[in-house]
């Protein structure tokens, strides 16, 4: 069966991320089995802090506003220190430990960007991913803590800056036939659904053709 494969580059602490996931439900919806879109947590600024003061924040939020009409909370935001490493963490450690899908990635930004805690820290991400998996508090930190997962976050990282792409979150459509479409930093459902409409169109009338004239030889 034809289908379209998204890759979904995602940080838990970025705004447009958080934006983009009511058209990824949206995606999964209208597409149902001919869509596979695998997120990939990466890493903002490599990990390094923030450095932005909180003031900084609430201005980027503002400007997200006035683009989306959504308003985000700042409050999260409490040292200069602040990085979105141990989110990222507790996302990729809870995907390593089974819980595949959505909830734990969404709980930890919501988290913070809707309810103003300071996922940044540590044990806040901890309890955060614990409580949205279910998955035993003490596995998911050892799990947090290996080497492992933050080399498999830095290689969809490093992934992810061979792209010609500025900004999170990044979409990398494909389908059967090789089309590529690579959409950064866009978020309506309309742009992403028309984009995966159109590839997976041309992948069904490419098996509808070759099912009817075989390819010729060399």
């Known amino acids: 069966m034809a289908s379209v494969h998204v890759d979904y580059y995602v940080d838990t602490m970025s705004s447009w ?45 503002g400007r997200t506003k006035a683009v989306t009409g959504v308003q985000l909370n700042p409050a999260w935001h409490k ?6 490493v141990f989110p990222n963490l ?15 990635r969404r709980a930890l930004s919501e988290a913070a960007m809707n309810d103003g805690q300071h996922v940044p820290a540590k044990e806040v991400a901890l309890k955060i991913a614990a409580d949205a998996s279910g998955l035993d508090k003490e596995k998911l930190r050892e799990t947090m803590d290996a080497h492992e997962t933050l080399a498999k976050i830095m290689t969809n990282t490093i992934e992810l800056r061979k792209l010609p792409v500025n900004v999170i979150s990044t979409f990398v459509i494909t389908n059967d036939i090789r089309d590529v479409a690579i959409l950064s930093g866009f978020h309506h459902y309309e742009t992403l659904a028309a984009i995966v409409r159109e590839a997976l169109h041309a992948s069904i009338r490419y098996d509808e053709y070759m099912a009817r004239v075989p390819e010729p030889g060399p």
């Open 17 to 61: 991320c958080l934006i983009a996931e009511q058209a990824i439900d949206q995606l999964r919806t209208e597409f149902g089995k001919s869509i596979e879109l695998e997120w990939k947590v990466v890493q903002l600024n490599e990990g390094a802090p923030f450095e932005d003061s909180p003031e900084k924040f609430g201005w980027f939020y």
């Open 90 to 104: 507790a996302a990729e450690a809870a995907r390593t430990l089974g819980v595949t899908g959505d909830r734990v």
């Open 79 to 84: 040292s200069m220190l602040d990085s979105s």
